[in-house]
């Protein structure tokens, strides 16, 4: 039983301490032209309602699946919302035709390539200090302006 309890302390804290180094981080296009976003230009990006970068191209939004931990994080840490409240604000654009949804992908490694490979692209992942830099080869990372 001792033997049982130590072992789950251990993988508690190392479940905890490792999560404690991990931050959502925005990612988009290398030769994307932006630097940093507010809060509220981030909002009309992932709400779909901003279409267009500053020099007139189309963004292209891709976002996880709703129940993804990486996409909880993203909307309470970054957005400031729940999931199910953004999810709302597509449905009703889509349903009452006045516009689109973010493409959806299965996981972060396709979310990192999708993003890499697509004009306009941005989106968001989950990383610590070393795969930071492993991510910053392939996509640009964003800064969030206060």
Avoid at 116 to 142: F, M
Wanted: hydrophobic share 45%; aromatic share 10%; net charge positive.
């Amino acid at each position: 039983m001792k033997t049982l309890f130590k072992y789950s302390a251990f993988i508690y804290c190392l479940l905890f301490f490792s999560n404690s180094y991990a931050q959502v981080v925005l990612i988009a296009q290398p030769q994307n032209v932006v630097n940093e976003l507010s809060r509220n230009s981030l909002r009309a990006i992932f709400a779909m309602r901003q279409t267009e970068w500053p020099d007139g191209s189309a963004i292209r939004v891709f976002v996880l699946e709703d129940k993804k931990n990486a996409h909880i994080v993203f909307c309470k840490d970054v957005l400031g919302m729940f999931p199910y409240q953004l999810r709302r604000v597509w449905d009703r654009q889509v349903f009452s035709g006045t516009g689109t949804a973010p493409i959806l992908v299965e996981s972060e490694q396709e979310m990192l390539q999708r993003v890499a490979e697509t004009k306009g692209a941005i989106g968001y992942l989950i990383v610590n200090d070393k795969t930071k830099n492993s991510i910053e080869s392939a996509v640009k990372i964003i800064g969030e302006k206060s």
